[in-house]
């Protein structure tokens, strides 16, 4: 419910929302519904989580020799690995968020 009230606030804010359509939403939400403009900045602000897990690179040791411990690559490729699944996640959960917006079927590939 907080994540909602959030996103409706900054769905105002993005959208330069008028304060009788917010209110209007912020009735909705109280009522326990998902408005398509609050799902849509919701679905916004998973896709980006999702992107930035894939571009942001770690900082980690600086030395040249790290990469030939065997445990520093396996942990380094089980951290990418984990970043990769939590990207999937958010991507899907962003999607079916959309879906929900615009309830119009889409093609799959």
């Known amino acids: 419910y ?9 769905t105002m804010l993005d959208y ?6 917010f209110a209007k939403e912020e009735e909705e ?5 998902l ?7 919701i679905a916004d ?3 980006e989580a999702a992107v930035n897990l ?7 040791d600086s030395e040249e ?10 942990a380094a490729s089980l951290a990418n690995r984990l970043r990769w699944s939590q990207h999937e996640v958010l991507m899907k959960f962003a999607k079916n968020l959309r879906g929900l ?3 119009e079927p889409e093609d799959e590939d």
């Open 2 to 10: 907080d994540l909602v009230e959030v996103a409706a606030a900054q």
């Open 35 to 41: 408005t398509p403009l609050v799902a849509r900045t």
């Open 45 to 47: 602000r998973a896709t």
């Open 101 to 103: 917006c615009n309830p």
């Open 16 to 21: 330069s929302v008028d304060e009788e359509e």
């Open 54 to 60: 894939v571009i942001e690179t770690e900082e980690g």
């Open 29 to 33: 939400i109280e009522n326990g519904m």
């Open 65 to 74: 020799d790290v990469w030939d411990k065997a445990e520093f690559v396996q």
